[in-house]
């Protein structure tokens, strides 16, 4: 018999004992992110890990933010608007306030966003921002970002964690929350509430349910605190736990799937020996039965073979590959003729490909289903930590912005020069219907080429308690704290 993971395990015993009781309606949420600590970090140093972007998110804002179902909203900008077609952004800002209470300028922010658009910077949007030319204060309440050629998808960017604006030295930022205590036990974070509404005669301050407890810690950890009844909200689940869910004894009702637009797939990081030649690589390609996958290890999910999971900013629908219409029979028959022209062409007795995966028990279903997957077509396959050398590497990621470009950035890990050309074209074309015919193409090269092998859409859950009623599935699969109720206003 199995073992249950001891957090998990606990959790049980301590509902089993009648220590679960609902949690009341009048207390802090209390949150946890899966992964490691949630604490202030610099987005421009280095990539930021899931609590700490949901950390960032609750304590600071970047011009924009994201609402509960993924759409903009204002954040320091009150409002806004694009002139010179598309090419200038012109915000005004609202009143803010650093944590002292010091006021938030133009100034600031400029040089904010500045710092995390910089050649320099190791901010990982920067890639993506280097359409903008210059960032200017125009008066101490408005900035202008000028833009070198039309990018609708600009707020988008802007509204992701990593363009939250802070003071470089404390990192802190403008809210929603200020942080109120950092404990052992995890971040208790209020309302942030400006000078005027304290100054409100009869005003009290915000009450217990408007605060947030957020805890940072490993998926089992999180799903036995939800299972025992001490926790309301568990954000940041993927395939690789998925599996504890169950164990945890998780109800339906709480489980909440994102419609999340990314890519799943193995990325070709090697291209010595069989995966050298586009053939092969379309052979590991129609090797994966991607409904068995989809079906036990990332519910909810849609099988894909396009490296676009729709037409996009694109001018042409995503390229299929040409063997996208063949039975999963037809496709390792052809797949194993292919291995076995090569392994006598290279005179060689077997192929073996190592394939990085994180640890976890989904990625050991997924690895699973690999394995097999590349022993049908006579290929012998060794899984080997994310980091480490390997041949194939899987991409697990949500789409920041919705466009079709990031899809071939991301993918295009060792792409050929023709393709690595088109999707510079399409970043450094001169109009929106150019760039979509620029991304067509450097669609249908890197689906010729299978540089990128898809298998579904990434898989985005979390566990909701049913008092947290403002929660919203979407395809950001992000979830403000300051958007989790609907009274909490």
């Not at 964690?161 to 942080?179: H, K, N, S, Y």
């Amino acid at each position: 018999m199995s073992r249950l993971p001891l957090p998990i395990a606990l959790a049980l015993a301590l509902a089993a004992a009648g220590c679960g009781e609902p949690r009341p309606d009048d207390v802090p949420v209390v949150a946890s992110a899966i992964g490691g600590e949630a604490e202030a970090a610099n987005p421009s140093r280095e990539p930021l890990e899931f609590p700490e972007a949901v950390f960032l998110y609750a304590t600071a804002q970047g011009l924009v933010r994201f609402d509960s179902n993924g759409q903009i909203v204002a954040g320091l900008a009150e409002r806004w608007i694009v002139i010179d077609e598309g090419r200038s952004f012109i915000f005004r800002l609202r009143d803010a306030e650093w944590p002292d209470g010091s006021e938030v300028t133009a100034q600031q922010v400029v040089r904010a966003l500045r710092r995390a658009t910089a050649s320099n910077s190791r901010n990982p949007l920067a890639p993506y921002l280097e359409v903008v030319d210059e960032i200017v204060e125009m008066t101490p309440r408005v900035i202008e970002v000028r833009l070198r050629r039309s990018r609708p998808d600009l707020l988008q960017l802007f509204a992701q964690p990593e363009m939250a604006i802070v003071r470089p030295q404390t990192l802190g930022g403008t809210g929603p929350f200020r942080v109120e205590e950092d404990e052992q036990s995890g971040v208790l974070l209020r309302p942030a509430i400006d000078s005027e509404r304290i100054a409100e005669e009869g005003y009290e301050g915000p009450g217990p349910a408007e605060f947030v407890q957020l805890h940072g810690e490993r998926a089992a950890l999180a799903l036995a605190r939800f299972a025992a009844r001490k926790s309301d909200l568990v954000l940041g689940g993927t395939f690789v736990d998925w599996p504890l869910v169950g164990a945890a004894g998780i109800a339906p009702a709480n489980i909440r799937f994102d419609p999340a637009l990314g890519l799943f797939g193995l990325a070709v990081v090697e291209q010595d020996g069989f995966l050298a030649e586009p053939e092969n690589r379309a052979a590991v390609a129609m090797a994966i039965d991607r409904d068995a996958i989809v079906q036990r290890v990332l519910p909810e999910r849609t099988p894909v073979t396009t490296l676009l999971p729709e037409q996009l900013d694109s001018s042409a629908a995503p390229a299929m590959p040409q063997w996208a219409a063949l039975t999963l029979e037809e496709r390792r028959a052809r797949a194993r003729a292919r291995v076995s022209v090569w392994r006598q062409e290279a005179e060689v007795d077997s192929v073996r490909l190592r394939v990085a995966l994180p640890e976890g028990p989904g990625a050991t279903m997924l690895w699973a289903h690999l394995a097999a997957d590349l022993r049908s077509i006579g290929i012998e396959g060794e899984r080997v930590a994310m980091r480490a050398d390997a041949d194939l590497r899987l991409i697990d990621a949500v789409a920041p912005y919705d466009s079709a470009r990031w899809f071939l950035v991301t993918a295009c890990r060792l792409c050929s020069e023709d393709a690595e050309l088109a999707a510079e074209a399409a970043r450094d074309a001169p109009t929106l219907q150019n760039r979509a015919q620029r991304i067509a193409e450097a669609d249908a090269l890197l689906s010729a080429e299978h540089i990128f092998i898809p298998i579904a859409q990434p898989l985005r859950w979390s566990i909701v308690a049913l008092r947290l009623d403002a929660w919203q599935r979407n395809s950001r699969a992000w979830h403000p704290l300051d958007q989790l109720r609907n009274d909490s206003e």
